[in-house]
């Protein structure tokens, strides 16, 4: 199997100087060895496409000149955390940059009174459940089952399945407002966060939230989220023995 890059010579030379100068050249490759491991999705039979560059920005001023850039060039951007989504979703299928996002990987702010968060875009769950343990233990995060290195804002963005989805419905629904870089490099807020200082909400203005929502991250890439957070009860596991699934269920609400 042949992995071909799509931008060959002196093309390539000079975007990769501009990617060093935009994040610094031990975060940029090209080489094959690398760019290898973001050809995959490791988790399904999808086939395996190939990127030309692999990028990992630290700030969203970075993330919005590695955009402009690779508008200016016609090239896609595919942003990354781990690549453990189920659908293949993020394989480069017609090379590009890939933007790992795993350097942007903060807890900006926590609202104990409000019981919201706001992180960067590509914070895992191992980052947010950690920090909230430490800092604000009586608070935690919708969680997705998957494994501590993965992504928190995928399962956000991309109608993902949380533990407490029962009480606030798919990942999307946990979401307060969004700071993102558009496909053209400008950046653009939605929710509360537009007109205040607080992530607290989606109000007053109109929601525009959907338009990055189930969109894979094809409408703009997110830099930091608002995300909404929860009591952190002391009775977190328990079993539910019914007689059919549908009574399971209705306990399971009672709960
Ligand atoms: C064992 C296992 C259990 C799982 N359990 C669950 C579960 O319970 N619930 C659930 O919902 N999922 C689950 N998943 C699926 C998936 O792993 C999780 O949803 C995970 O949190 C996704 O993060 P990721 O780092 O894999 O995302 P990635 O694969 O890196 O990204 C997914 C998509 O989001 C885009 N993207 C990533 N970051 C951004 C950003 N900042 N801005 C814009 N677009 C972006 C990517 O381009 C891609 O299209 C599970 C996976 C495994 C392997």
């Known amino acids: 199997m042949k992995f071909l890059s799509t931008i060959e010579g002196e093309g390539k030379e000079r975007i990769l100087k501009e990617l060093e ?10 080489s094959r060895e690398i760019t290898f491991l973001y050809h995959w999705d490791f988790v399904t ?34 942003p990354w955390v781990s690549g453990m989504n189920f659908g293949g979703i993020c394989i480069p299928r017609k090379g590009g940059i890939v933007v790992d996002l795993r350097r942007m990987n903060k807890v900006l702010e926590v609202n ?27 608070l935690r995060a919708g969680i997705t089952w998957s494994p501590a290195g993965t992504g928190v804002i995928p399962p956000y963005i991309c109608y993902g399945m949380l533990d407490l989805g029962f009480i606030g419905g798919t990942g999307a629904e946990f979401i307060n407002g969004l700071e993102v870089v ?7 807020r939605v ?52 007689d059919t699934v549908d009574t399971g269920v209705k306990i399971f609400r009672k709960l």
């Open 21 to 30: 100068s935009i994040v610094g050249s031990e975060y940029v490759s090209s």
């Open 45 to 78: 039979a999808e086939k395996p496409g190939c990127c030309d560059f692999v990028v990992m920005p630290s700030s969203t001023e970075e993330v919005q000149e590695i955009v402009r850039l690779a508008n200016r060039e016609k090239i896609p951007v595919i």
């Open 191 to 242: 929710g509360s966060c537009i007109c205040t200082n607080y992530w607290l909400g989606r109000a007053p203005l109109p929601d525009l939230v959907g338009l990055f929502i189930g969109w894979d991250g094809t409408t703009g890439i997110v830099t930091k989220a608002g995300i909404k957070l929860w009591p952190n009860l002391p009775r977190k596991d328990f079993i539910i023995i019914a």
């Open 182 to 188: 558009l496909p053209t490099g400008e950046i653009v």
């Open 112 to 138: 104990e009174d409000d019981m919201y968060a706001v992180v960067e875009g590509g914070i895992t769950w191992g980052d947010l459940k950690g920090y909230l343990e430490k800092h604000h233990p009586n």
